[in-house]
């Protein structure tokens, strides 16, 4: 049996062509219309509580009955020195001065953040068939629970040694994000520094290092470059950018617009935002960041410093204050519903036999 067709048999789906999971982005009615269609949806609940959790599986639920994927975030908390909390305090309120945005201070000890393994009870619970997850490696004892549920795991790698890790580690498939990937980096190990490797290197230098399932993410925009992926070794895809300005995005118009516009040049990776790295589209907050200086409190810290910002941004629709994750080849986004641009990439493949398994 060829790769593509062994993994929907593995996932229980048609097509092996995963909607990428996009927290801000996804909602449940996009993952409804990808499972609908045959593909793998992607639900996002990285850092969500788990009430919000269970919310939006079960909101997904009554969307569709197909399989659909749960995506969580793998780091661990960590903490932050109040001198950098502090002056990143000092530097957003005079932005938010500037558009008039209320500012409230914060003290640390008001920020309450959820750690994956909350989010395991309900996972448990509501049987989800595949498990995602992105920043490193789920606990030994979810890993073993989730399993015994039943579920297939999927983690994240943007290394060689990231990925041989996450199959020590008893993980089922192996995501290989590459470089040209929008949103987060999936990096979890510290001492390589940021991976920068482009997906043409890393799906090859994967696929030869585990002997598990392999999907091929990042730059994944038409039906040339799925065929592509599966010459390289993938056993199937993940897309995430093709999907942002879609009618079941949560995206902004403006956000859409400026994917809609892009150019291979316009994004860049920046800690601006959250903390971590992630590749979106260039704005003047990535820039003011920059230019100060500053030292950039590690994630999830500035994800709760900027969010008044980012609302407000994405209310008002002023974009240089929202953070517009997507990756190089975001252009090829369509407008439409997810279901019409998921079904003619399906048809294109068809066209040229690639899903004639
Ligand atoms: C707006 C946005 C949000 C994202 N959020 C998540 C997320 O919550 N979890 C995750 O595992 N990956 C996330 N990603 C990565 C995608 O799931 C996917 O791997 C990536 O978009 C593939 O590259 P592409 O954008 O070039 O298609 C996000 C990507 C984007 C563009």
Redesign the pocket.
Known sequence: MNKPDHLVQMLGIEYPIIQ???????SPDMVAAIANAGGLG?L?V?GLSPHKTASLIRETKSKTAQPFAV?L?AHELTEVDSDSFEKMQDFLERIQAQHRIPFERKKITDLKFYHHTDQIDVLLAEHIPVV????GVIQPAAIEQLKRNGSVLIG?ATSVKEARLLEEAGIDMI?A??Y?????R?TFLDDEGLPQVGLMSLLLLVVDAVSIPVLA?????DERAVRAAFVLGAWGV?????F?ACHESL?SEGYKEAVLASQETSTALTQAFSGRWA??IKNSFMRQIEESGLKIPYYTFQNSLTAPLRAYGQQNNVTDLVSM??????SYAQRGSATEIFKKLVEKLQHHGQLDF
């Open positions: 990428g999971p996009m927290l801000g982005v996804t992607s996002p990285g995506n975030f995602s997850f992105t920043f994240t995501v994000q590459g040209e990937a929008g949103g987060h999936g993410a990042g730059g994944i925009a993940q897309i995430g950018s093709l942002i995206a590749r979106g994750w997507a990756g190089q080849s975001a």
